[in-house]
């Protein structure tokens, strides 16, 4: 099993998206960004590795949104998502076509990586529970 990582970087209300690489497998899909784990890192320091090699940000990784289990290209991954605060660096996309930040209502208006679509349906039901507190 692969074990992938995903930052939900939240700012000004708005959440950071990437649009994945025409060369990529998944191509012009939308994400949350990040990657894989390698052996030798825990999955939070994983995380930050590929913001800052995918962003040219540092972020610091706080509670986990959720996890799930997927298949893609005859492998099976498990990506988990954390929240994420943006803390240092300017924000570029070096791997990505496209960077957007938008709201939790308006990401079902871009085509999301299916596992990336199981956390925009956890984001957006989250925000119902917090816009009744």
Same mark, same amino acid.
Request: no cysteine.
């Given at each position: 099993?692969?074990?992938?990582?995903?930052? /939900? /970087? %939240?700012?000004?209300? %708005?959440?950071?998206?990437?649009?994945?690489?025409?060369?990529?497998?998944?191509?012009?899909?939308?994400e949350?960004?990040?990657?894989?784990?390698?052996?030798n890192?825990?999955?939070?320091?994983?995380?930050?590795?590929? /913001?800052?090699?995918?962003?040219?940000?540092?972020?610091?990784?706080?509670? %986990?949104?959720?996890?799930?289990?997927?298949?893609?290209?005859?492998? /099976?991954?498990?990506?988990?998502?954390?929240?994420?605060?943006?803390?240092?660096?300017?924000?570029?996309?070096?791997?990505?076509?496209?960077?957007?930040?938008?709201?939790?209502?308006?990401?079902?208006?871009?085509?999301?990586?299916?596992?990336d679509?199981?956390?925009?349906?956890?984001?957006?039901?989250?925000? %119902?529970?917090?816009?009744?507190?």
């Amino acid at each position: 099993m692969i074990e992938v990582s995903a930052a /939900i /970087i %939240k700012k000004d209300g %708005k959440i950071l998206i990437a649009q994945r690489n025409r060369n990529q497998s998944l191509a012009l899909k939308w994400e949350f960004p990040g990657g894989k784990v390698e052996p030798n890192e825990s999955i939070k320091q994983g995380l930050k590795r590929e /913001i800052r090699e995918e962003l040219n940000i540092d972020i610091e990784v706080k509670e %986990k949104l959720g996890e799930i289990l997927f298949e893609h290209s005859n492998n /099976i991954l498990k990506l988990t998502a954390f929240y994420a605060e943006w803390v240092s660096g300017d924000l570029e996309a070096l791997e990505h076509e496209r960077l957007e930040w938008v709201t939790v209502e308006e990401l079902e208006n871009f085509d999301f990586a299916p596992a990336d679509m199981y956390f925009v349906k956890k984001l957006k039901e989250e925000g %119902k529970t917090n816009s009744h507190n």
